[in-house]
């Protein structure tokens, strides 16, 4: 124990200067103040630290800086806006991917199957390259055809602003449905579940052009077991779209929520796996390459969502849950405010908003809790804690660390894009909101040590709580000895603060918080 | 008897540099084969290139009959090698219990293994919930090779087990590496030529990237010329 006190002791001494100091802040303004400003910093902290926990994991496993993963937030929030505001271009899109996805699943079926023909090797060359063009051009003639009820960004009562004000004055009206125009519904989906086995056969042919050993030559039952499975689902979005629609829209918006928080995540999950298995992992051993990689996707990721969701910033509505005032509210115990669906609750006297402070840490405590037991208590946790140091030597046990690899990256993007969908109703959505909030990660991890779980966690309080006491101050001013007024920290010093913070712990601590020299 | 493992004539690069320049060597069931020669020679390499770790380019790499090479190493490692590397790398952040029962393949090997594990490494019983970075430099070897015991491993390779220990310590490692060539085979990389020469049965030695001389290890004992001429020593 005194050893272990010895070996920590500038971290020990940092940590409780941090400490003594935000508790201190206290002795500035009201409690009431104090307690919502604290809270504030922990909301910012679970927002920063669901995109530092995926980034900082990603980094440490298999040295990759994700500068796209502000993106993968950011695209989180426009996924979770569209179930939760548009849930009938939601189900209109469920069908077509599902479609499509089909044939991918199955590429384990078909890397067998095709390594039992015996092609010679120029027409391999060649094969893959034309099958990938009539895969195209058959996607193209039926996948693209699905109907999809969208807004329209130029036009402005049918831009995702008009849409998102008229839910939240409840105004919500079913748009039109959408409908197959000049094919029959049938060719589509015929259509595209071919293209798809065509794209997919021809990417694994692509892929085995050069390999010679030919890994797996038995026939597994979990992929034919999810293609079925994914087949029944877009086959039933496409039969009860109507009735899927109007359920969607007569839910209650909290529902909704937690629905468009599970798509986020998923969504992000899978993003996740196909940016990790198609464009990543042939990039291994490229770091300059990787950022490369990853700088481009994340220009490409805002792009993208400028051009289907439109330049403007716009709002995504509280759900229930959190919006009622007036009558009952505020609230006085969450009793009270789960009763009446209060938008605010009191605490110290203060009015505390029920979304922001109270709802965002609760979600950032439990995926906190959830990743620690991840990695503490399950077998992949300890594969990947073990990674993080010598992912050759696990590769040398026997353990498939690409697998694991994926899993992680998945793991990461799905985290950021709940982050997304979580900060949505809190900060509204723009295209720049993922670089605004990687920047922020980024100075969290570089307090709390770069691939330490506990130093995402801590680094993302600490500069949470920083930059909301910052703001705090810039509105009720520090009284500074010796001087005749308050300083008002200005606008530009909030910033400024976080990474004067991390200045100020590198020098101490050149490793992080909790990060351990290499 | 005949030989599980057998290397045929591989070249592996690392980057452009053309480390492995034509290296075969055979290793029957059962018996422990020491490969020597001097630092940089290509002992290392020629371990990680039949994990695939360092795949080589050209060559063969036999086990048990089946045409290893160019599979992925987490795939060969499965097949039944153990690998124990040069500087040990356990896994620090893990603790002694962490560190053996990742190495599991099937569930509950370690609980199968433990008694003979802790009979040949008593040590770690006493530090088992203890995190690897604790552990002395000896303790982390002992770890390493009992890391390499926990499946059913047809074939150990070591990678100079002895390096940088105490020779109380070397001692109980070779007895330990004695001990376990009874139920697999080893293929052992090692510096000190007296602790390689009570050890295994065979010899390759490696030479600038290519083995140049094999056979018993009771004639290399007795023949100072090879010796001084390719490992330097007395």
Redesign the interface.
Known sequence: MGELLKKNRTRLITLAVLAFMFVTAVQGMETKDWVITVLRGLSVGAITFLVASGFSLILGLMNILNLAHGEMFMIGAYVGWTVYVRPDTFVDVIAPLAFLAVGLILMPLWRVLLGRLNVSARVAQVWPWVGLVVALLILAATFVKFPIAIWDAEVYAESPTTYALGMSQGLATVPEAAVFEGISPFVAIVGTLLGSIVLAVSLVGLSQREQTAVSGTYINKGPIIGAALVLLVGLAAFWGNNALTEYLYNMNTTGRFFLSMLVAVLGGGVLGMLIETTLVRPLYERHTYQILLTLGLSFIGIEVVRAIWGRPEFTMPKPDLFAAGGGDCPATSIGGWLANNCSTILLFDGRVRTYNEIFIIFVGVVVLVAIWLLLQQTRIGMIIRAGVQDSEMVEALGINVQRVFTFVFSLGVGLAALGGVLAAPSIGLSPAMGTRLLLLALIALAIGGLTSFPGAAAGAVLVGLMQQFIIKYGQIGINIPFMAEPFKPSPPLVPASTVLLMVIILLVLPNGLFGRSE | MGNLLEIRDIHTFIGQFHILQGVTVEVPEGSIVALLGRNGAGKTTTLKSV?G?TPPRRGQVILDGQAI???????I??MGIG?V?EHR?I????SVA?NL???E?KKGDFERKEEMIFGLFPDLKRLIKLPGTNLSGGQQQMLAVA?ALV?DNKLLLIDEPSEGLAPVIIEQMMVAIKKLSAESTVLLVEQNFIVASKLAERYVIIEEGKSVKQGLMADLVNDKETIHRYLGAA
């Not at chain 2, 090479?69 to 795939?75: A, E, K, Y």
């Not at chain 2, 896994?91 to 893990?94: A, E, G, K, P, T």
Request: charged fraction near 35%.
């Open positions: 994990l770790l090479h160019g599979r992925r190493s987490f795939d490692a499965a690998f590397p790398a896994f620090r952040d893990l962490e029962k990742i190495a393949r890391r499946p």
